[in-house]
């Protein structure tokens, strides 16, 4: 056990629910919450801003050495500030998830971001979810979970949070697709996916608070203390 308590990782495909969920059980340990793949969008809006191009991992390394990112994380939130202004909400659109997916293969930038997210949850208690969560950063997590669900059901999910935006429902489900393809074959590169010793939670059919106390169970068998009211 570590001074705060476990490290509970998770992971998964684009519109599994992983950070609904990881924020759901952070407030219901009192964990800290991370979400580590927001450190790469925030990433990919600097070099969209700076004119980098995403495909050249040497340039957007050196990008990730100097530009100022930072995580306000707390139980169960998360904010996220490049160069001092709030991009909580402008990390989320179309485009820059398309560029975090770019960013996140270069090997260089991964180095860097995620030697900041070992520092962040080194003493435990932290509910982390993303990519390398449970391999390159903490490969001796005391829960990973991987999140699934089906392809159409992650591509309905985004639709309903990109409400009013009239994207089509296909298309989603391609780019969703075509997400999956990059992610999984970034990931073989970098210790698997799902992670060596991950449970698999389908999310396919489950309700958020279903998600939520299935993971909280898990957690609690590996020795985690709820200190938040269910």
């Given at each position: 056990?570590?001074?705060?308590?476990?490290?509970?990782?998770?992971?998964?495909?684009?519109?599994?629910?992983?950070?609904?969920?990881?924020r759901g059980v952070a407030r219901r340990l009192g964990y800290v919450y991370l979400d580590t793949g927001a450190m790469y969008r925030a990433l990919a809006l600097g070099a969209l801003r700076a004119g980098v191009d995403v495909g050249d991992g040497e340039a957007?390394?050196?990008?990730?050495?100097?530009?100022?990112?930072?995580?306000?994380?707390?139980?169960?939130?998360?904010?996220?500030?490049?160069?001092?202004?709030?991009?909580?909400?402008?990390?989320?659109?179309?485009?820059?998830?398309?560029?975090?997916?770019?960013?996140?293969?270069?090997?260089?930038?991964?180095?860097?971001?995620?030697?900041?997210?070992?520092?962040?949850?080194?003493?435990?208690?932290?509910?982390?979810?993303?990519?390398?969560?449970?391999?390159?950063?903490?490969?001796?997590?005391?829960?990973?979970?991987?999140?699934?669900?089906?392809?159409?059901?992650?591509?309905?999910?985004?639709?309903?949070?990109?409400?009013?935006?009239?994207?089509?429902?296909?298309?989603?489900?391609?780019?969703?697709?075509?997400?999956?393809?990059?992610?999984?074959?970034?990931?073989?590169?970098?210790?698997?996916?799902?992670?060596?010793?991950?449970?698999?939670?389908?999310?396919?059919?489950?309700?958020?608070?279903?998600?939520?106390?299935?993971?909280?169970?898990?957690?609690?068998?590996?020795?985690?203390?709820?200190?938040?009211?269910?």
């Amino acid at each position: 056990m570590r001074g705060r308590g476990i490290v509970v990782a998770i992971d998964g495909p684009a519109g599994a629910g992983k950070s609904t969920t990881a924020r759901g059980v952070a407030r219901r340990l009192g964990y800290v919450y991370l979400d580590t793949g927001a450190m790469y969008r925030a990433l990919a809006l600097g070099a969209l801003r700076a004119g980098v191009d995403v495909g050249d991992g040497e340039a957007v390394a050196l990008l990730a050495q100097t530009l100022r990112i930072g995580l306000d994380a707390g139980e169960g939130t998360q904010r996220t500030v490049l160069e001092g202004e709030d991009v909580s909400g402008a990390i989320r659109t179309p485009e820059v998830s398309d560029a975090a997916s770019r960013v996140a293969m270069h090997t260089a930038v991964r180095e860097v971001l995620v030697t900041r997210q070992r520092e962040i949850g080194q003493d435990g208690g932290i509910v982390l979810e993303g990519r390398d969560t449970g391999t390159a950063i903490f490969p001796d997590a005391e829960l990973k979970v991987f999140l699934i669900a089906d392809v159409e059901a992650r591509a309905r999910r985004r639709q309903q949070e990109m409400a009013g935006q009239g994207v089509d429902l296909s298309a989603l489900v391609r780019q969703i697709q075509d997400r999956d393809d990059r992610d999984r074959a970034t990931q073989l590169r970098h210790g698997g996916w799902p992670a060596p010793g991950s449970v698999e939670v389908d999310t396919t059919g489950l309700s958020v608070a279903g998600q939520i106390d299935r993971v909280v169970e898990l957690a609690i068998a590996r020795g985690a203390k709820k200190t938040a009211d269910a």
